[in-house]
C-alpha cells in the first residue's frame, strides 16, 4: 500500500515563506496526481494545488501567484513552495496522491501568526 510521508509545516510570520514536501513510497505505474489540501478549523478540506504526472498544474484562486507546485517523479515527491503567506493560509495541509483511488498523509500544520 502506498504511503504518503509529509514534511516542512511550522510557524511563519505574515509574509514569510515556507516549503512542504511529500514523498511517496512507491510510484504507481499508472498515470496519477499529486497535490495538496488543506483545512482549517470549523472549515471543509479544499483544494490548494495539484500536479499531473506530467507537470501540468492546477491551483485554487486564493493561492495563484504567491504558491508554486513541483514534482520530482525521480524521488516520488511533490513540493508546495509557499510565499507571502497570510494569517488566512493557516491550516492542516494535506498530501494526496490520486491514482483512481485516493491516499492522503497524515497532514502537516502550517501557522501564519505574528
Known amino acids: 500500500q502506498v504511503q504518503l510521508v509529509e514534511s516542512g509545516g511550522g510557524l511563519v510570520q505574515p509574509g514569510g515563506s515556507l516549503r512542504l514536501s511529500c514523498t511517496a513510497s512507491?510510484?504507481?505505474?499508472?498515470?496519477?496526481?499529486m497535490g495538496w489540501y488543506r483545512q482549517a478549523p470549523g472549515k471543509q478540506r479544499e483544494l490548494v494545488a495539484v500536479?499531473?504526472?506530467?507537470?501540468?498544474?492546477n491551483y485554487a484562486d486564493s493561492v495563484k501567484g504567491r504558491f508554486t507546485i513541483s514534482i520530482d517523479n525521480a524521488k516520488n515527491t511533490v513540493y508546495l513552495q509557499m510565499s507571502s503567506l497570510k494569517p488566512e493560509d493557516t491550516a492542516t495541509y494535506y498530501c494526496?496522491?490520486?491514482?483512481?483511488?485516493?491516499?492522503w498523509g497524515k497532514g502537516a500544520l502550517v501557522t501564519v501568526s505574528s
Open positions: 494526496n496522491l490520486r491514482f483512481g483511488i485516493d491516499v
Open positions: 512507491q510510484s504507481p505505474s499508472i498515470f496519477y496526481t
Open positions: 500536479i499531473s504526472k506530467d507537470g501540468n498544474t
